[in-house]
């Protein structure tokens, strides 16, 4: 099983649609995928259970309480966890021990590359990440064409030398099929597709599967 950890510490950037978009996908392609959720707004496992029984199946985890983190039922091909907006020291340490790699999504503002550089040093010395046994992927989100914020961005991934693994453009469609239930991975209309391609990537990144995705 791989552990897939999604994770800022500033909410309202993306981090539950990442993950539900995420899992989603690697449901649709045919594996066996739970989602846990790890922040007390329950926004993954809210979305879970307005799931329609015709959408591919993901497994509700809740991993909200300590005690809870790390349970997770035999046979799963991944898990993808949703990490609370504020992660305390204690918490960072327990989510990070129980992950692969962490996707860290961010949107083209000030307040989010601000709390997104204080992220990654704050995670820079816990040990599985100094010994470079977690991957850290970053996720530009709700990127707008033609915007003068996309500099910004720009200029931050260039200073802390690491480019985003794949660039989300901002659609309302993801807030729109969320509150159905779903994803964009979960319609095959002609948008739908161009949309999902933008995350082909960060799928690329985290899954060793040469075959056609979509």
Not at 1 to 26: D, E, R, V
Not at 45 to 69: G, N
Not at 78 to 101: C, F, V
Not at 202 to 207: G, K, S, T, Y
Request: hydrophobic residues 40%; positive net charge; aromatic residues 8%.
């Amino acid at each position: 099983m791989k552990t897939i950890l999604i994770a800022n510490q500033k909410g309202g950037c993306g981090k539950t649609i990442t993950a539900i978009t995420l899992a989603s996908a690697l449901a649709k392609k045919g594996y066996s995928v739970a989602l846990a959720d790890a922040d007390n707004q329950k926004s993954a496992r809210q979305w879970l259970k307005q799931r329609p029984d015709t959408a591919v199946a993901i497994q509700s985890l809740d991993w909200r309480h300590e005690k809870s983190v790390g349970e997770a039922p035999k046979g799963l091909d991944y898990l993808i966890i949703d990490a609370p907006g504020a992660l305390s020291d204690d918490q960072a340490q327990q989510l990070i021990s129980e992950s692969h790699a962490i996707v860290t999504p961010l949107q083209p503002s000030f307040f989010d590359i601000d709390s997104t550089k204080r992220f990654l040093k704050d995670i820079h010395d816990i040990k599985r990440i100094r010994k470079g046994k977690v991957d850290i992927l970053l996720l530009a989100n709700r990127m707008k064409p033609n915007s003068a914020s996309n500099k910004d961005i720009q200029q931050f991934f260039e200073k802390i030398e690491q480019s985003p693994i794949a660039s989300i453009s901002e659609r309302s469609a993801y807030s729109q099929l969320a509150m159905q239930g779903l994803s964009i991975f979960d319609k095959s209309q002609k948008n739908f597709l161009q949309m999902q391609e933008q995350w082909q990537p960060l799928l690329d990144a985290l899954v060793d599967d040469p075959s056609k995705w979509f």
